[in-house]
C-alpha cells in the first residue's frame, strides 16, 4: 500500500507530513516507556524483520498480490508507540534507497502503513486478551484478529485521505468498495504471518513479546483445601539474553529477503490494481530517488536477477536493522539520561 507521489494532492500531502511528524514525536516520548536494554536492539530487528517480509508479496486474486504491512506485528511485539517508530523506519528507508513509496507522500504512509495500523490492531489486540483467557493461544488468537482489521482499516484510510486530497477525480465510493475489498484478503495474509511469528517468538520467549506482557496467570497452589496465589518470588530471575532471537531474528530476515524474495509474486499489489483499475494513478509522478543504485529492489550493475535482487534485499536488511537499532537505542538512551538522579554542586 506504498502510495507513491501524485496520487494525492501537495497541500493534503503537507497536512499528512504533519500528521506524521506529529505522530512521530509523541511516538519518540511513548516510546521511552517501552524500551528496556533487552527491547531496544528487537525493535531494531523487528524493523528489519518487516523490511524483509515485505518483500514477499503472495497473490490474493488473479493478478493481484499483497505484502505484509507490519502495523500489528510491530506493535503487538514491541509496543504501539515502538510500532510506529519500526514502521516510519521501514518507510523511510524504502523510500529513500528502493525508490518504493513516493517522497512527498511519506507522511500519507506513514499515517496509513504507521499510525493506522499500528493503533486499529494494538487497541483491538488489548481488548481481546482482555475479555479471552489468560493464555498464550490467546494472544495468537488476538494476534490474528488484530492484524486481519488493521490491513482494510488502512485502506479506509488511503480512501479518506484520498477524497479529501486526491489529483483524480475517481467517484470515492468505487474507491473505496475496491481498496476495501481487496485489502481484506491482503489482510488474511498479514494476520497468517503476524501469528506465526507472535507465535514464534511467545513459545520460545514470551518475555520479550510486548503485548503479553502482564498476561501471565499467577501461580496458585492448594492450601487447606482452597487454592491461594503463591507468594512472589523474593529474589528476581537472572535476565535472559536476547542475543540467540536477535541472531535468529536478523538471519531470518537475511534468508527472506536474500532468497525467498526472488520467489515473491511479480502482479500488483492491492492499492497498484486498484489504482490502475481505477484510473487513480493518472497523475503519477516519477519517483525523486528513482535514479538511486538500489530502485526497484536491485542492485545497478548486476545484470542478474536473482544475484541484484537478493543483495539489494540484503543490503536493506542491513541499512534497516543499522538505522533502526541506533534510533532505538538512542531512544532508550533519552530514558536512561532523563531518569538519571541530578547531583547539585556547591
Known amino acids: 500500500m506504498h502510495v507513491p507521489d501524485g496520487f494525492i494532492n501537495a497541500p493534503v500531502s503537507a497536512a499528512a507530513g504533519l500528521a506524521a511528524a506529529g505522530a512521530v514525536v509523541v511516538s519518540l516520548r511513548g516510546a521511552r516507556k517501552e ?37 500489528a506485528l510491530a506493535a503487538i511485539l514491541v509496543g504501539p508507540c515502538t510500532g510506529v517508530l519500526v514502521i516510519a523506519v521501514v518507510l523511510l528507508m524504502q523510500g529513500v534507497l528502493f525508490a518504493d513509496g513516493g517522497l512527498t507522500a511519506l507522511g500519507v504512509n506513514i499515517t496509513v502503513m504507521g499510525v493506522v495500523t499500528v493503533l486499529t490492531a494494538y487497541v483491538l489486540f488489548r481488548g481481546l486478551v482482555m475479555v479471552l483467557p489468560r493464555t498464550r ?3 495468537t488468537v488476538a494476534s490474528f484478529v488484530a492484524a486481519l482489521v488493521s490491513v482494510p482499516a488502512a485502506a479506509t484510510a488511503f480512501t479518506l485521505i484520498y477524497a479529501v486530497g486526491g489529483t483524480t477525480d475517481v467517484p470515492v465510493p468505487k474507491v473505496l468498495t475496491a481498496m476495501v475489498g481487496v485489502h481484506v484478503l491482503i489482510g488474511i495474509g498479514e494476520a497468517a504471518i503476524t501469528t506465526a511469528t507472535v507465535g514464534a ?7 520479550l513479546v510486548y503485548g ?26 537472572p535476565a535472559r539474553s536476547t542475543r540467540p532471537v ?85 531512544v532508550r538512551r533519552r530514558r536512561t539520561d532523563a531518569a538519571a538522579p541530578v547531583r547539585e554542586t556547591v
Open 35 to 71: 524500551l528496556d536494554d533487552r527491547t531496544a536492539p528487537l525493535a531494531g530487528l523487528i524493523a528489519a524483520f518487516v523490511f524483509a517480509v515485505q518483500m514477499l508479496n503472495f497473490p490474493v486474486a488473479a493478478g493481484t498480490s499483497g505484502h505484509l504491512l507490519g502495523g
Open 137 to 139: 493461544r490467546s494472544v
Open 201 to 207: 517468538v511467545i513459545a520460545v520467549r514470551p518475555d
Open 212 to 237: 503479553a506482557r502482564g498476561l501471565t496467570a499467577p501461580l496458585r497452589l492448594r492450601v487447606g483445601g482452597e487454592l491461594v496465589d503463591a507468594p512472589a518470588a523474593p529474589v528476581a530471575a
Open 246 to 330: 536477535w541472531a535468529a531474528g536478523l538471519a531470518a530476515a537475511v534468508v527472506l529477503a536474500g532468497f525467498v524474495s526472488f520467489y515473491a509474486s511479480a502482479s500488483p499489489d492491492g492499492l497498484e490494481k486498484v489504482a490502475a483499475d481505477q484510473g487513480i494513478d493518472r497523475k503519477a509522478e516519477d519517483h525523486a530517488a528513482k535514479d538511486s543504485p538500489l530502485a526497484d529492489y536491485g542492485v545497478r550493475g548486476v545484470t542478474d536477477a536473482r544475484l541484484s535482487g537478493g543483495l539489494a534485499g540484503t543490503i536493506g536488511v542491513g541499512a534497516t536493522v543499522v538505522v533502526g537499532t541506533g534510533v532505538f537505542w538512542a
